[in-house]
């Protein structure tokens, strides 16, 4: 029941990104446009061969539709589940099951957001959710969402294993390192874990640098079936294997604050893929605020639980650490335009691909992505990615 | 006929914290709903909560408007066995300290046991 069958079947051939930063001018349809029609040039392929598409917006419904009149495609597969931003690493499950089946030959996975420039931003976003999509048992106490319900959940990991503030700011601290030697990356200025701790705050125990970056930014990357991705013009990353789980929608509906879905979905991708932690040389864990990377490793196996903190401390995940965990800044530093899915994605690619100049992770052959969804770490998934070496 | 929610709802305006508890597996059922979800049983019957709890996790938000004071937000694990969400005022909020409940304009209203409001 582990879906082994799946295990390299399918390959990422192209990836792309646009405007990740500021992109003022350009709208969501555009930023994603432009990220989707790199990702296809990277492929080698042609907009008129991409007959799959999952992709996913927070503000727009029917967005699927939306994206397929603007691409001028006609796909025989279209995914649009949206389970928050781990929906795009969620979509390598369903894009493997349409291409193994012969239903398509090139999914394109897309997303695009102008939430920091744009009109119709964070903000008007959050008070239009509030009547389409109420929470009657929370919304009286008036959580600052996203920062509250993670920060709830820090606050109870700091009761139940000690982790403190400083380790908590590791993860930032950590996270701009890698920043700084990435070209794309937004935030690249010195920072410490006195910067850190010394932020405003913004919902205890969190301050601003605990949050994630508001940025405008696309991302896109084409997957097809593992024996057309010899053709490619770049080398091809496959995907060894992938597992979603969603266990809640609001916070006070989590079981336990201190345990993620990725304990779930991260035995579903290890299973797959015949890989364990150990195994993997990079990782890319969706860092909305600094407890989720802690979270990830406790949940994903790379330390005990509640030995988060501890294990991040001295620098443990920056450069030069002893394991390499979101090498392109993450969402903390480089680039988080609402749904982060894609850009963990493209950067375990370009890692695997060797193309990441001075962050490059060495001889990197296995990478993790863990996607991270909704308000309250609701809904996770993971993807183990590797070099043609792995299969 | 009204559902669950709005069961609970006009409880809450009426001043009164109500649970659902289940007669399958005798737990005590938050949110509201049609069915138990921890053993799909329908026999749902409503009672007033006791009031007592425990704070579960908490958080201040500092994001307001100028001029107004950073507020509490917190979860609570109640004794009948359900945790939600709340507003804690006290002094000082502290993980794992006991509080009892009161209902104030139909939200969740907490005080750390032996401090009265
Ligand atoms: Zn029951």
Redesign the pocket.
């Given at each position: 029941m582990s879906g082994s069958s799946l295990r390299g079947s399918i390959a990422i051939t192209g990836v792309g990104t646009a405007g990740c930063g500021e992109a003022a001018g350009l709208s969501e349809l555009e930023l994603l446009a432009l990220a989707a029609h790199a990702a296809v040039v990277d492929a080698g392929l042609t907009m008129a061969d991409i007959d799959g598409l999952c992709t996913a917006n927070l503000n727009i419904a029917m967005w699927p539709l939306n994206v397929v009149e603007y691409l001028g495609i006609r796909p025989t597969f279209i995914e649009g589940t949206n389970i928050g931003g781990s929906a795009f690493v969620a979509h390598l499950l369903q894009a493997a099951l349409a291409l193994q089946a012969g239903i398509c030959n090139a999914v394109l996975v897309c997303y695009g957001s102008n939430q920091r420039t744009g009109t119709f931003g964070r903000r008007e976003r959050t008070i239009a959710r509030n009547s389409l999509d109420p929470a009657p048992y929370e919304a009286p106490y008036a959580p600052f969402n996203p920062p509250s319900s993670y920060a709830l959940i820090a606050a109870r990991h700091m009761h139940q294993y000690g982790t403190t503030r400083p380790q908590l700011a590791e993860v930032a601290v950590a996270a701009r390192g890698w920043a700084r030697l990435n070209p794309e990356a937004f935030s690249r200025d010195p920072l410490s874990i006195e910067d850190v701790l010394n932020a405003r705050m913004v919902s205890d125990p969190f301050g601003t640098h605990d949050c994630c970056l508001v940025t405008d930014g696309g991302g896109a990357f084409v997957l097809t079936r593992a024996e057309r991705a010899k053709d490619a013009p770049q080398p091809s990353v496959y995907m060894l294997g992938v597992g979603t789980a969603a266990w809640h929608r609001t916070i006070s509906g989590m079981a336990d604050l201190t345990i993620t879905p990725s304990v779930d979905s991260g035995c579903r991708a290890y299973a797959m893929s015949g890989l364990g932690p150990a195994d993997i040389d990079v990782l890319q864990l969706y860092d909305a605020f600094t407890i989720n990377p802690i979270l990830a490793l406790e949940d994903l196996g790379f330390c005990a639980k509640g030995e988060g903190g501890p294990f991040v401390e001295g620098g443990a995940i920056g450069p030069g650490g002893r394991l390499p965990v979101n090498t392109n800044g993450g969402g903390l530093s480089c680039v988080q335009p609402n749904m982060y899915g894609t850009f963990a994605v493209i950067e375990a690619v370009r890692q695997l691909r060797g193309s990441c100049g001075d962050r490059q992770v060495a001889g990197a052959r296995a990478a993790l992505v863990n996607g991270n969804g909704g308000n309250a770490a609701a809904s996770q998934a993971t993807a183990i990615l590797g070099t043609a070496e792995t299969l | 006929m009204n559902g669950p929610d709005e069961e609970f709802r006009l409880a809450l305006e009426s001043g009164e914290l109500r649970l659902q508890h289940?007669?399958?597996?005798?737990?005590a059922?938050f949110p509201p709903r049609i069915?138990?979800?921890?053993?799909?049983?329908t026999a749902?019957a409503w009672r007033p909560a006791q009031g007592g709890g425990e704070v579960y996790s908490s958080t201040t938000v500092h994001m307001v408007p100028k001029g107004q004071a950073p507020y509490n937000v917190s979860l609570v694990a109640l004794d009948e066995g359900v945790r939600l969400m709340g507003r804690v005022e006290g002094r000082q909020v502290v993980i794992g300290q006991r509080v009892t409940l009161r209902v104030e304009k139909a939200a969740l209203i907490f005080s750390p046991e032996g401090e009265t409001p």
């Open positions: - | 289940c007669d399958g597996c005798a737990r059922v069915f138990c979800p921890h053993c799909g049983g749902l």
